[in-house]
C-alpha cells in the first residue's frame, strides 16, 4: 500500500494472494489492508489536503502530466500486468486500456486550468461578490475490477487535479494491476499523503473510506448493490457513483443489419462481457429478427476467438473471478430452463488452465422475465429478445432498474434521434456499439433509475469534487 507518502503494509502484516485468471499461477500479493489502515491514509490525506489546494491550477496540471509520462514509460509491463491480473487480450484490449489510462491524466491536467468561477453583482454598489471552485478536501476513490486502469483514472486524476488528496481503494482482484499505477502516480511526485493507495476487502478498507467523516466526497464505480451500500454509508457527503446497466442494443425494422452484427460483437464481447456498457439485452424487430440471428451466429463462431490472452490471435480472454462466471451460467440456465434457445456457445470452454474460459455465447427467444434479460449478467452472452414495435422497445427500457446507456440501429437519423431522446437512460449511441464512448464526454445514469447519479468524463467530475465558495468584498 501506499501511505503518507511511502509504501507500507497492512498493520496486521496480512496479504492477499493474487492469482491470474488467464493462468491460474500466483502473480503476486498485496496487502490486505484493515479499517485502521483506511484511517491512517485518511488521516495522511487530510494533512496534506490544505497545502496541495493551495497550488496553482497549472502546477497541479503539470503533476497530471508527469503521471502521463510515467504511464506512457510503462506502457508494455502495465499492459502485461492487465493481462496477467484482469485476463484482458494483451493486443486487442490491454494496450488500449493503458492508452486510454493515459488520456484521462492529460484530460485532468488540460479541464485543472480552466475551473473557472464568477463574478454575480451585488445589492451594493460598494460590494464585490467572487464565487468560485475549490477543492472539497479529502476524496475517497473505490474502484472495480473490470477495467482496473481506467476507471481509477476517471476519479482519481480529476480530484487530484482539481486540488483534493486521495484515498484509493481498489478491487481486490486486480489489486496487482492498482499497485502498478499507483507506482506512476508516485513516480510524479506529489506531496507526501496527496495521494494513497490502500488495498484489501471492500466490506472492511472501502466501508471505512465511504462512512469515515475524514473523506468529504465519494466516488465509486461497480455494481449496485455495493454502491447502495456507499451511498448509505456516505450519507450527507458529496458522491459520485457510476453503477451497473445492461446497455439495451435496439435493432429497429430499419437497421442496417452488417452494422448491428458488427456492433454486437463489440458490445457483447469487449472484456469479455464484463462492461457497464456492454450490451446485455439485444431487442431485435421481428421483421429483421431471423436474418439478424442467422448473420451474427455465423459472425460469432468465425470472428470471436476465445484463448490464451498473450497470443496476438485472440479477441476474448476469460472472465475475472469465480462469482462472474457461476452468474453467467446462472442466467444461461435459467433463460434455457424458461425456454430460450442456445445458438452458440453455453458454457465453461475446457482445455485452458483456469476455468473462467467462458464460450461466446447467443441466446435466442429470450422474454422478460429471463434472469439474463432483467438483471445485469456481465459476461459475453447475446440475449435476443423479440419486438414488434420502437414502442415495445423503450417500455423494455422503462421497465428495467437501469439507466445507464442505450444503443439503437436505424437508417432513419431522424428516428434514431427521437428514440434517442426518449430513452430513460443518461448515454444513447445511434448506429453504434454499447461499447462505444470517449473519455471526455459525460458518462452517468439517468434519475431516477438505479445506475448512479453524477458523470464521470473530462470536466463533468470536478463537479463532484469541488463546491463554490462565495466571497463578499466591501469596498467602501
Request: hydrophobic letters at 45%.
Amino acid at each position: 500500500m501506499y501511505v503518507g507518502g511511502a509504501w507500507t503494509g497492512s498493520e496486521s502484516g496480512a496479504v492477499m494472494e493474487a492469482t491470474s485468471p488467464a493462468t491460474g499461477e500466483t502473480i503476486g500479493t498485496v496487502p490486505e489492508g484493515t479499517r485502521e489502515d483506511a484511517r491512517g491514509a485518511i488521516a495522511a490525506a487530510n494533512a496534506a489536503a490544505r497545502e496541495w489546494a493551495s497550488r496553482s491550477a497549472f502546477e497541479r496540471a503539470e503533476a497530471m502530466l508527469r503521471v502521463d509520462e510515467a504511464v506512457e514509460a510503462r506502457r508494455d509491463d502495465l499492459a502485461r500486468m492487465l493481462t496477467l491480473d484482469q485476463g484482458k487480450p494483451l493486443r486487442a484490449e490491454a494496450y488500449d486500456e493503458v492508452d486510454e489510462l493515459a488520456a484521462y491524466w492529460r484530460n485532468a491536467a488540460a479541464d485543472a486550468t480552466r475551473l473557472e468561477g464568477g463574478m454575480p453583482p451585488s445589492v451594493d454598489a460598494a460590494k464585490r461578490i467572487l464565487a468560485y471552485r475549490v477543492p472539497r478536501g479529502v476524496v475517497g476513490a473505490i474502484t472495480p475490477w473490470n477495467w482496473p486502469y481506467t476507471m481509477p483514472a476517471e476519479v482519481v486524476a480529476p480530484a487530484l487535479a482539481s486540488g483534493n488528496a486521495v484515498v484509493w481503494v481498489p478491487a481486490p482482484s486486480t489489486s496487482v494491476s492498482a499497485v502498478a499505477l499507483a507506482e506512476c502516480v508516485v513516480e510524479a511526485e506529489l506531496p507526501a499523503g496527496v495521494f494513497n493507495l490502500v488495498t484489501g476487502p471492500g466490506a472492511e478498507v472501502g466501508d471505512e473510506v465511504a462512512s469515515n467523516p475524514g473523506t468529504q466526497a465519494i466516488a465509486f464505480i461497480g455494481s449496485i448493490a455495493t454502491g447502495r451500500r456507499v451511498a448509505e454509508r456516505a450519507a450527507g457527503k458529496a458522491q459520485l457513483l457510476e453503477m451497473g446497466g445492461n446497455g439495451p442494443v435496439v435493432v429497429l425494422d430499419d437497421a442496417d443489419l452488417d452494422a448491428a452484427v458488427e456492433a454486437t460483437l463489440s458490445a457483447a464481447f469487449l472484456c469479455a462481457g464484463q462492461s457497464c456498457t456492454a450490451g446485455e439485452l439485444f431487442l431485435v424487430h421481428e421483421a429483421v429478427h431471423g436474418e439478424f440471428v442467422d448473420r451474427l451466429a455465423s459472425r460469432v463462431t468465425a470472428d470471436v476467438r476465445l484463448g490464451d490472452p498473450f497470443e496476438d490471435e485472440t479477441t476474448m480472454g476469460p472472465l475475472n473471478n469465480e462469482p462472474t462466471a457461476a452468474k453467467m451460467e446462472r442466467h444461461v440456465g435459467d433463460a434455457v430452463a424458461r425456454g430460450a434457445e442456445v445458438l452458440v456457445g453455453g458454457g465453461r470452454a475446457d482445455g485452458f488452465p483456469t476455468r473462467l474460459y467462458y464460450e461466446p455465447t447467443v441466446i435466442d427467444r429470450v422474454t422478460g422475465e429471463m434472469e439474463v434479460a432483467r438483471e445485469e449478467t456481465f459476461g459475453p452472452v447475446v440475449p435476443i429478445r423479440s419486438i414488434r414495435s420502437e414502442d415495445e422497445a423503450l417500455a423494455a427500457i422503462d421497465a428495467a432498474p437501469y439507466g445507464l446507456l442505450a444503443s439503437v440501429f436505424t437508417r432513419d437519423l431522424a428516428r434514431g434521434l427521437r428514440f434517442a431522446e426518449a430513452a430513460r437512460v443518461g448515454w444513447v449511441n445511434v448506429n453504434e456499439s454499447s461499447n462505444y464512448w470517449e473519455s471526455h464526454l459525460p458518462f452517468g445514469g439517468r434519475a431516477g433509475s438505479e445506475s448512479g447519479l453524477g458523470r464521470v468524463g473530462g470536466r463533468h467530475p470536478f463537479e463532484a469534487f469541488t463546491e463554490l465558495k462565495t466571497v463578499v468584498m466591501n469596498l467602501g
